[in-house]
């Protein structure tokens, strides 16, 4: 009989408290946590290379996903704070999972308040030592207006998980 793993989503905006979020599950329930940022942080030959920053995020997250599946077939929990943005992304996702026989939960940290959001973004901003990671506010309007924050409905798919 197939192990079961569980998968965990996190969703949210920049600056939303998945990696908060995310840590604390680690720590709670000793499950993989996964973020593609530090991965990126840590591949980067030259921490200003904006370019090679975005090359390198798809090869993450595909990196990661087909880790993610192995731990998921061995049985394990693992959380996944990519920020999924949209509902066809967080469904590809637990399809997936889904066909390994695993379990899905999807959080969604709220992320409808964007000069809250864009506060919290300043004050990691200013700590910043490299240009790379600095969000500026267009783009965080654009993020904003582009997502797509899950509905009860979509939450209500998953074998856990809501709004925080
Ligand atoms: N529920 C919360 N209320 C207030 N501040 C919070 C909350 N959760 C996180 N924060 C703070 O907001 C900032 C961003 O949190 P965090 O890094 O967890 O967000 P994130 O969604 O992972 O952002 P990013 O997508 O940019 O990695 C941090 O300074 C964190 O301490
Ligand atoms: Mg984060």
């Given at each position: ?39 990126i942080?840590?591949?980067l030959?030259?921490?200003?290379d904006r370019?090679e920053k975005n090359?390198l ?75 790379t ?32």
């Open positions: 009989m197939p192990r079961v793993g569980t998968l965990v989503l996190v969703c949210g905006l920049p600056g939303s408290g998945k990696t908060t979020f995310a840590k604390r599950l680690e720590q709670e329930t000793h499950a993989i946590r996964m973020c593609p940022d530090e991965w942080e840590a591949l030959a030259d921490l200003n370019d090359r995020r798809d090869a993450v997250e595909n990196l990661q996903w087909d880790l993610t599946k192995g731990y998921l077939a061995k049985g394990l929990t693992v959380v996944l704070e990519n920020g999924f943005w949209t509902e066809e992304e967080r469904s590809q996702y637990a399809m997936e999972a889904l066909e390994l026989g695993a379990q899905i939960q999807l959080f969604a940290m709220d992320s409808s308040d964007l000069d809250e959001l864009w506060r919290r973004i300043e004050i990691r901003n200013q700590s910043l030592d490299t240009v990671w600095v969000m500026v506010r267009e783009d965080h309007e654009s993020s904003w207006a582009g997502y797509q924050a899950p509905t009860e409905e979509e939450i209500a798919f998953y074998d856990d998980g809501g709004f925080l």
